[in-house]
């Protein structure tokens, strides 16, 4: 049974069910072909819209390329869903201001994706010069076209762990002292000082957040051996990290929601020598982050965090209807075959104590 309340808090029952407006996931990766039809319904049978990332091989640079995809993607939903592709555009160091006004001109490209060349999966293509890029940026700014960053830098010297603090330094805060007036998504933010800097600067700039770096800190990846299925980058941190992104979710700030940055590998290459980043968690994804909530005992922030804050940034109207999430145990299956290709879903063979109705 769910208990409506008389203000526009969402409806938690005591007990067993949570009803929230149709949740957004901001930041999720699909791929292409064979991987994206398998994987697509999962995103769709729970979100309204999802940021799709561009970097597929080869990455989607260009608006032509996006109204492809956008096309692919289209044609593999199930009948009857209703699911809104969002797209985004790959920045290069050839990106060019007139690709940004066809982007906007398109109608289906939301924003485009700054990947530091060399930070993580698919990212050779990104950006090695950032002062090159300035153009572009100034006609995001004034066209009002989010930027989304993958905020680490790749500097050899600078310790894996260290990245994401020392990017707010070096790069996120000059290039917002140059363009105040960019909005800017500082995506999948994994520590306590990007969850201090969106909090506390001024202007345009939020943070998305994903499921995994709510629940778990770095110690996952080592528990009993090496865990390659909890190694994404951003890496896992330390617990005072997750406590502060457990914070952020949890306070209503409309700078903060979900993206879950699911991120499809086949299993050969996750459980491999050099294993892939990314994890796949659009199987069950709004039941995980209800169980970081929930421990956070902060279930009325869910609907906030999932459904109004990401829309509000971008400028786009809240969906319309409702998910239903209901207190039943589910075990997360050991793999799902997706084609002939074993993707294994974060915490594997474990229970949930949630699933969507
Ligand atoms: O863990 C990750 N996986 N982080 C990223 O930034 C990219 C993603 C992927 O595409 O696999
Ligand atoms: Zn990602």
Redesign the pocket.
């Known amino acids: 049974m769910t208990l409506l309340h008389a203000s526009n808090a969402p409806a938690v029952s005591p007990a067993d069910s949570l009803t929230i407006i149709r949740p957004d996931d901001w930041h999720v990766?699909l791929r292409d072909g064979a991987m994206m039809r398998g994987v697509l319904q999962h995103t769709a049978s729970q979100f309204g819209r999802a940021i799709i990332?561009p970097?597929l091989k080869p990455p989607v640079t260009t608006t032509a390329q996006a109204l492809a995809y956008r096309e692919q993607i289209i044609a593999a939903l199930p009948a009857g869903a209703s699911f809104e592709p969002l797209m985004v555009l790959y920045l290069t160091n050839d990106t060019t201001a007139d690709e940004i006004s066809r982007a906007r001109d398109s109608g289906v490209v939301h924003a485009v994706k700054l990947?530091p060349a060399g930070?993580?999966?698919?990212?050779a293509a990104g950006v090695s010069d950032l002062g090159k890029c300035m153009p572009v940026l100034e006609a995001m700014q004034t066209q009002g076209m989010p930027l989304l960053v993958?905020g680490e830098v790749t500097d050899p010297g600078v310790d894996l762990f260290d990245r994401e603090a020392v990017f707010i330094e070096r790069v996120l805060q000059p290039l917002r002292r140059a363009l105040p007036q960019l909005k800017i998504v500082f995506e999948?933010i994994t520590t306590r000082e990007a969850a201090q800097y969106v909090a506390e600067a001024d202007g345009p700039i939020a943070a998305t957040i994903t499921a995994h770096h709510l629940l778990y800190n770095r110690n996952e990846l080592f528990k009993g051996g090496m865990r390659p299925h909890y190694?994404?980058?951003?890496v896992l941190k330390r617990e005072t990290h997750r406590l502060a992104l457990v914070a952020a979710a949890t306070s209503g700030n409309p700078r903060f929601f979900l993206g879950t940055?699911s991120?499809p590998?086949a299993r050969a290459l996750k459980e491999n020598a050099c294993g892939?980043?990314?994890?796949y968690t659009a199987l069950h994804a709004m039941a995980l982050y209800a169980l970081a909530f929930e421990r956070a005992d902060a279930l009325d922030r869910l609907e906030g965090f999932a459904s109004r804050h990401g829309p509000a940034f971008y400028g786009l109207p809240v969906n319309t209807a409702s998910i239903t999430l209901v207190r039943r145990p589910w075990t997360i299956p050991a793999q799902l075959m997706i084609d002939d290709t074993s993707v294994v879903p974060l915490d594997a063979g474990m229970t949930l104590d949630w699933t969507l109705a």
């Open positions: 990766h990332m970097n990947y930070a993580t999966t698919n990212s993958h999948h190694y994404c980058l951003p940055d991120a590998h892939c980043a990314g994890c």
